[in-house]
């Protein structure tokens, strides 16, 4: 079964508008999660790493949130170009300290020019 | 820097031959990864090294050994290949103290006929 959950579905979203993407999680309590970026054919790429007392993160156009109530973490992109096009992946050590990573299936953004 | 390096970026195997994929990276991180990436799954972590000297399962060990050969590489062996084992290999590492960043190598793909 799915232990992190990414909409497995394509988001197409037209050049210039706000992106969003959802991670949602079950039975884990992270100490923080992480957000990377993958093209096709390469290895993915670290964007961005939000900790559980922290509730926003942002990075030049990258907005990252993490509710550990709602066991979710959202990822904005916002003033969307077509090179933001890439799969993008959320990542979690389900129990800190393990080193076992988890990571979602990861959503495919497109953006449309 | 080159970062994290794997070696070799293609491989066809036939089942029941072996084969060692290589990984190094030269950034002096203390921790390293091999996960396999396969569609609709995600990345799945196959085994980890949180230090020189040590190595622990991941969430799909069967059928692979890994070497932590020395700090800076790690290396994944197919004893008996088999046609499940087809897929997309990634080596990562991390500096292994909280800072939980994994930067990741550039794949190998794998093919086992």
């Known amino acids: 079964s799915q232990k992190i959950e990414q909409n497995s579905e394509a988001l197409n979203i037209q050049e210039g508008k706000t992106a969003t993407l959802t991670c949602n999680y079950t039975n884990y309590s992270p100490a923080y999660l992480q957000w990377y970026r993958q093209d096709p054919g390469r290895g993915p790429v670290f964007l961005l790493l939000i900790r559980e007392n922290e509730k926003e993160k942002r990075k030049e156009r990258l907005k990252v949130t993490f509710d550990t109530t709602l066991k979710q973490s959202l990822f904005h992109i916002t003033a969307s170009q077509p090179a933001d096009s890439a799969t993008y992946l959320c990542?979690?050590?389900?129990?800190?300290?393990?080193?076992?990573?988890?990571f979602g299936t990861g959503t495919r953004l497109k953006v449309l020019a | 820097n080159a970062g994290v390096t794997q070696t070799p970026k293609f491989q066809v195997l036939k089942t029941g031959q072996s084969m060692t994929l290589q990984c190094a990276q030269d950034m002096n991180h203390n921790s390293m990864y091999w996960y396999r990436q396969d569609p609709g799954m995600g990345l799945r972590l196959i085994y980890y090294?949180?230090?020189?000297?040590?190595?622990d399962k991941g969430e799909v060990p069967n059928g692979y050994n890994v070497s932590r050969l020395n700090k800076r590489e790690f290396s994944l062996r197919l004893e008996s290949a088999a046609p499940s084992q087809t897929s997309v290999y990634f080596c990562?590492?991390?500096?292994?103290?909280?800072?939980?960043?994994?930067?990741f190598g550039p794949g190998t793909r794998l093919l086992v006929l």
């Open positions: 990542a979690l050590d389900p129990s800190s300290g393990t080193y076992k990573y988890i």
């Open positions: 990562a590492s991390s500096v292994g103290d909280g800072q939980e960043t994994q930067y």
């Open positions: 090294s949180a230090s020189e000297g040590t190595t």
